[in-house]
């Protein structure tokens, strides 16, 4: 009964770290990734399509923590600079078309650093 009830606990603990694994750092492929409508719809500044406000959900659900906002942030950063004034305010705009909160101003300047530090 007692090797039983010890296996019982091993396992449940097993499980527990393994679901912690889950959710790790935000990467740079999986902005890109989940964003590439979104891309697409700045740079080419016709109809915005559904998939770019399910990408920038995604983003938006998975960074939860102020390293995850910098990550994000510092992975749209290089294609924030690129763009022109025009593409840079269809940008800004997405956040409000696709009802998700920007933890950053979608701006060239912004400081990825300072990201959610009060």
């Not at 959900?57 to 998975?62: E, R």
Request: some cysteine; overall charge neutral.
């Amino acid at each position: 009964m007692a090797k039983s009830m010890i296996s019982v606990i091993f396992i449940c603990a097993m499980l527990m770290s393994l679901a912690s694994l889950g959710h790790g750092a935000i990467t740079c492929n999986f902005v890109n990734t989940q964003l590439r409508p979104c891309k697409d719809y700045v740079l080419n500044a016709q109809t915005i399509d559904f998939t770019c406000c399910i990408g920038a959900k995604n983003v938006a659900g998975d960074a939860t923590t102020p390293a995850d906002h910098q990550a994000v942030c510092s992975c749209l950063k290089p294609f924030l600079s690129s763009l022109t004034f025009e593409q840079l305010k269809v940008a800004a705009a997405i956040p409000g078309i696709c009802d998700v909160q920007a933890p950053f101003p979608i701006t060239r300047d912004v400081d990825c650093s300072k990201v959610n530090l009060v």
